[in-house]
């Protein structure tokens, strides 16, 4: 009973379309509450008091408004209560909460939102990751956990091919789909969040050896040659050095950046990644079109990585290659994906 009574309480707090309802049902108290003034209008031996007539009125009203009210809770709790929000969870680094961030959630979801945790997995490995990736493209494609949820939430932290096949997965999906992130410098500590949806900011490509150089013109410098084995490397939250490369890539790879500097949070916005994605999409179209395969190394943000495999294209970018990156190991280790197989 109390967990019926939370989920209300936290559906009537934090749903916007129960606003109205609640402004309607506070207001509809109020007017049968005595607050009219006792004003008697008297006419042809017709007396009339205005306060009771006001009552009657906003006493009508006031049912009326409390019915509304009552029932758009009851149509809206319904309705999230068997289809609710599927939070899927995806823990790819060592001792990760096994909690998810339901918190992170706007308020209204938090009691509803059915978590789905994808298990703990050293995703800096690659054998272990290959045997795990098949389960999750069953349970993503089979859609067994999410077929009705009107909205999904992916949390994720890991490597990049991790964070990337995970957003591949989701990339047909007819859901409303929300990424979480992660700030390692919140006050109070490490903290899940929602990324921002609305920036009058802008940002663009550059390129990093050459900032003065359009990353277009890079690109059409890149391609000229017969070299099909191309690169491109994104510099977002910290800088790749070319030495740090594999040895036969560093000539064949294109390093890019963009216009806002490196940082651990400098994409917590939706807008943003969009636009950085927009882009990124030309790019790999270029090189897909100029090469059998793409080499992909990735320095962002879990959010970025997850959204860049989300936007990925079957029968566009072709094959891709992508790479984890250690700090004491540097890029040694890359899986294949193309069109949703990956080895």
């Known amino acids: 009973m109390w967990n019926i009574i939370e989920r209300l309480i936290k559906l009537w707090k934090g749903d916007p379309w129960l606003k109205t309802g609640k402004t309607i049902f506070l207001v509809s108290l109020a007017s049968i509450s005595g607050i009219f003034p006792e004003l008697t209008i008297s006419y042809l031996n017709l007396s009339v008091s205005l306060a009771n007539t006001v009552s009657i009125v906003c006493t009508f009203i006031a049912t009326i408004g409390s ?62 990751l290959l045997d795990k990736l098949n389960y999750y493209r069953h349970l993503f494609e089979e859609k067994t956990k999410h077929r009705d949820a009107p ?31 992660h700030s390692r410098n919140s006050p109070g500590g490490n903290k899940w969040y929602l990324l921002d949806t609305i920036t009058d900011a802008k940002i663009t490509h550059c390129v990093q050896d050459n900032e003065g150089q359009s990353y277009l013109t890079a690109l059409e410098e890149l391609v000229s040659g017969d070299n099909q084995e191309l690169g491109v490397a994104l510099s977002y939250t910290f800088e790749i050095s070319r030495k740090d490369l594999p040895e036969t890539l560093r ?93």
């Open 67 to 128: 019915l509304v009210g009552l029932s758009l809770i009851g149509f809206r709790y319904f309705q999230m209560n068997s289809h609710p929000p599927v939070l899927y969870y995806g823990q790819g680094m060592k001792n990760m909460d096994n909690n998810p961030p339901v918190m992170a959630l706007p308020l209204a979801e938090r009691g509803f939102v059915r978590p789905e945790i994808l298990g703990e997995i050293n995703s800096y490995d690659k054998d272990i």
């Open 151 to 181: 909205k999904i939430y992916l949390v994720a932290l890991g490597s990049f091919p991790y964070l990337f096949v995970l957003g591949s997965l989701l990339r047909n999906a007819h859901n409303t789909v929300r990424i979480l992130d």
């Open 251 to 343: 000539d064949s790879t294109v390093i890019l950046k963009h216009s806002l500097g490196y940082g651990l949070d400098k994409l917590s916005n939706e807008a943003l990644q969009e636009q950085l994605l927009s882009e990124l999409s030309v790019v790999l179209n270029i090189l897909g079109k100029n090469a059998n395969r793409i080499h992909l190394f990735v320095a962002a943000q879990s959010s970025m990585c997850i959204n860049i495999g989300k936007c990925y294209q079957d029968n566009v970018y072709g094959s891709l290659e992508l790479y984890s990156y250690t700090k004491d190991q540097g890029y040694n280790w890359s899986i294949t994906y193309n069109q949703g197989a990956f080895s």
